[in-house]
T-cell receptor, first 115, second 116 residues
């Protein structure tokens, strides 16, 4: 049972470099999310998608771009990495958002360090 | 806007001790409330949830009751184990479906360490 898979799991970048984090889910979920987790800050939503071909900004979208070309994949891009983007990134997906429940399923995280 | 406040950690307990992690929320209407748990090196996973006032969520010996009058959803366990060592996140999901559909609002997390 793969669930939500993130690649890569670890990456070290130099300031100004670019990279893409890939999130893949095999549960046929409509909704997908990218969060970042920083010490003492909890999880903060970067971008999300409510379906194939759609994306929307979350709480902290600056410096990131996303794409959802296929329903099962949600890509998070950093065009010019900055040390402030050093964090652990989590992808999540959910089946429904239009009701009171709607459990999120998380990947294992991607640890990014920007030097 | 909606928000979640949970007690700051870290919390260190001995095995078999009683656990309470406080969580209060601010939201319009009647949100759904959740506790997620993050074990070391893993992503978050749902521990329990409650969707309306006075509901009690329970799982793996953990319980939390949705208290509308005190806007709280405190997590409790009667006897913790070393394997419960993790970070616990309280979260809410509002009933406003415009613009931020499905988005959970998380507390900052409380790290629990249980010693043998």
């Amino acid at each position: 049972n793969a669930g939500v898979t993130q690649t890569p799991k670890f990456r070290v970048l130099k300031t100004g470099q670019s990279m893409t984090l890939l999130c893949a889910q095999d549960m046929n979920h409509e909704y997908m999310y990218w969060y970042r987790q920083d010490p003492g800050m909890g999880l903060r939503l970067i971008h999300y998608s409510v379906g194939e071909g759609t994306t929307a900004k979350g709480e902290v979208p600056d410096g990131y771009n996303v794409s959802r070309l296929k329903k099962q994949n949600f890509l998070l891009g950093l065009e010019s990495a900055a040390p402030s983007q050093t964090s652990v990134y989590f992808c999540a997906s959910s089946y429904l958002a239009g009701g009171p429940t709607g459990e999120l399923f998380f990947g294992e995280g991607s640890r990014l360090t920007v030097l | 806007g909606d928000s979640v406040t949970q007690m700051e950690g870290p919390v260190t307990l001995s095995e078999e001790a009683f656990l309470t992690i406080n969580c209060t929320y601010t939201a319009t209407g009647y949100p759904s409330l959740f506790w997620y748990v993050q074990y070391p090196g893993e992503g978050l996973q749902l521990l329990l949830k409650a969707t309306k006032a006075d509901d009690k969520g329970s799982n793996k010996g953990f319980e939390a009751t949705y208290r509308k009058e005190t806007t709280s959803f405190h997590l409790e366990k009667g006897s913790v184990q070393v394997s419960d060592s993790a970070v616990y996140f309280c979260a809410l999901k509002g009933r406003n479906y415009g613009g931020s559909q499905g988005n959970l609002i998380f507390g900052k997390g409380t790290k629990l360490s249980v010693k043998p």
